[in-house]
């Protein structure tokens, strides 16, 4: 029997106040006169934003779910150019340790999903080199946090630049130029516009870098509708890892909107891919990317609860039978 592990993304619907993504743009930065006074601004926004992490992780903890993926927007103005010298690390050791002890203690599998403009295929210098910076924040934050950075930054390939093969072969290009701390980071998802199931099969099989199927992005996006003779290619990649199998799930909005994320996860829409991987692996953890976040899962629980083929272990995982 293959174990199927819920998650969900970065916020709750369901927590009031406890936005781990608070911000303040660089035009509002730039209005406080007082430039010390500005970042001890973004230093207490990014404490709030951690807090409010932990009070997730907390949340997470009382519904029982145990996979979650941290917000990539934590610290605002990080990496910024006109704030090159800002160590802000420095003031949120604390709350970074808190955040990672818990993970620890409860067993949380935790990751990030860097935002579209992280581009490892880009043709541009400065926008690798500007990935490349990102990339290394997330790896330090994960260092701060004492959980170990290995397969936890999710990326998809990048852009096609209108050459898909050439830029498939730049990703290889600009890897061997990517530090491996990094390397060893990174998770690689096929996308729903460009890069197909198959194109990311090809670079995580040359790299040796886990794949994340996108079951919605597949279904929008593809070379070969039978994804399933591909599966155990899939769930190849991660062999060499310590960490389950993991994809992502999300219905399409609508028929005009397919690519669109709808609010909630559709129960037969979900286990029309499960059907097709059970036993296939020990464990998969599946990512809700569906708006309603934590209520999505628990409305997909609900329903995953009236059907006879799962055995449930908690309020966010089961069995298929």
Known sequence: ???IRLGYVAMSTELNNGSPSQTMTYAQ????????????KLERIAISNLENCLRLLKHN??????FFRF???LIPLANHEALEGWDYLSPLKKPLKQLGDF???????????PDHFVLLNSPKKEILQASIQMLSLHVRLLEEMGLPSTHRCVLHVGGAYDDKEKSLERFIHNWMYTPQKIQQTIILENDDTTFTLLDTLYLCEKLNVPLVFDYHHHVACHETKDWAKEWGRVVN????????????ISSPKSEKEFRSHAD???VDWFFSFLNEVKGS???IDCMIEAKQKDAALFQLMDGIRQRSDVELINQSTFKLK
């Open 1 to 3: 029997m293959t174990i």
């Open 29 to 40: 930065f730039q209005k406080i006169q007082d430039k010390e006074a500005a970042i001890r």
């Open 61 to 66: 903890k009382g519904n029982e779910i145990h």
């Open 71 to 73: 917000s990539s927007r």
């Open 103 to 113: 993970a620890i203690r409860e067993k949380m599998r935790v990751d990030f999903h």
């Open 237 to 248: 990649t991660w062999r060499d890892s310590s960490l389950p199998v993991k994809m992502h």
């Open 264 to 266: 909630y996860v559709d």
């Open 281 to 283: 692996t020990d464990q």
